[in-house]
């Protein structure tokens, strides 16, 4: 694995810790990007990486954007994220996320973990009985926010949305032609939104029996995983993984929007700008998704303080989900600078860089 310093996607990271444990098989990277507003807030993704530096730039990367959604969001936390690095069969194991909570206890409180891809609730009530810097922990209360944060993060993707259609094209979301690539958590509970407010949907997966399903259930059409960034629509929306905006993605688009729940869309720099140039609106990934990590802190603040989290709290804070973008993409029409530009170096300033 490359020394993390060397990395293009490190950035002045406060933390990169390295955590291996022989008895229970577990080895892992924890990344804080940021601890200036807060501990270092974000999920913890279990994966098998063909090549273990991919789970480097993952932490890496997605450390730093959770620095910027926790700014954008208004939440009193820093950025930190945490990869796990599953085994080909992706087998996991009580011992291992019992290993990796005593890793999060061990850090004393600096960063604070949640669900992501390939873990669920139930991880988080095992990892839960080592320390008490977890969160996205189930709920016996129906007033109070808990659990899976993903219909959170999907509302916030649907009134992202929304806003973008009608800054863009100034129309409601009648009639409106959205390919939803990825219908898991967030990209289906986005998907069912939509049909409510009208929208006409085509759906991709990679698991095609999912997307079948849920078109079954919408009404939608279904296409291929490899050909969704293929079809002409109104919005292109991306909830599945990361860095499909390349030279080639961004190509292949027909669509004046992108707006979707996926982490680190963007797959480097450039990429931003070059939407812009082809006259493609932009949310900012971790200004659109921001829901998901909304009700999980929200819910870690309400129990520290052995409170309730209240659930209107959290959908109140998920609503100003558009009112930032409006303020972003009014600045990049302001500025000749692309949405994303506008975003991070709002998000710096607020982190102290």
């Known amino acids: 694995m490359p020394a993390f310093w060397t990395e293009p996607d490190f950035d002045e990271h406060e933390l ?5 444990d022989r008895a229970s098989g577990l080895t892992a990277i924890i990344a804080l990007h940021s601890t200036h507003l807060g ?9 098998h990486y063909g090549d273990p530096g991919g789970a480097m730039r993952d932490a890496l990367r997605l450390s730093r954007g959770m620095s910027y959604k926790n700014a954008m969001a208004g939440l009193p936390m820093g950025g930190g994220k945490a990869v796990i690095l599953a085994g080909a069969d992706k087998a996991k194991t009580p011992a291992m996320l019992a290993a990796f909570g005593d890793a999060i206890e061990g850090l004393g409180g600096r960063y604070i973990t949640a669900e992501d891809v390939g873990i669920n609730e139930a991880d988080m009530v095992a990892v839960a009985q080592r320390t008490s810097y977890v969160t996205g922990l189930p709920s016996t209360d129906s007033d109070s926010a808990g659990g899976d944060p993903g219909p959170f993060t999907a509302k916030g993707v649907f009134l992202g949305i929304e806003a973008a259609v009608a800054h863009k094209l100034g129309r409601s979301l009648e009639g409106v ?5 990825g219908t898991g958590s967030v990209g289906g509970g986005a998907a069912r939104l939509l049909a409510e407010a009208g929208a006409r949907l085509t759906l991709a997966d990679v698991d095609a029996a999912r997307a079948k399903a849920l078109a079954d259930e919408l009404g939608a059409e279904v296409v291929a995983s490899d050909s969704i960034m293929d079809v002409a629509c109104d919005v292109f929306s991306p909830n599945a993984l990361g860095a499909i905006l390349d030279d080639a993605g961004i190509a292949r688009l027909r669509a004046p929007i992108v ?3 996926a982490n680190n869309q963007l797959a480097r720099a450039h990429h931003g700008p070059m939407l812009a140039e082809r006259g493609v609106l932009y949310a900012p990934d971790y200004v659109i998704n921001g829901g998901g990590i909304i009700a999980v802190a929200l819910e870690y603040l309400a129990r520290r303080d052995g ?38 170096a ?3 300033r607020l982190i102290g860089r």
């Open 39 to 47: 501990p270092g807030a974000g999920g913890t993704r279990f994966w």
């Open 346 to 348: 709002m998000a710096q």
């Open 177 to 181: 032609h959205v390919a939803v690539q």
């Open 16 to 20: 990169v810790h390295f955590v291996h």
């Open 259 to 261: 707006a979707g729940g």
């Open 307 to 344: 409170k309730p989290c209240d659930i209107a709290e959290v959908h109140a804070k998920v609503a100003e989900v558009p009112v930032r973008l409006r303020a972003i993409w009014r600045e990049a029409e302001e500025t000749g600078n692309s949405p994303d530009r506008v975003a991070d």
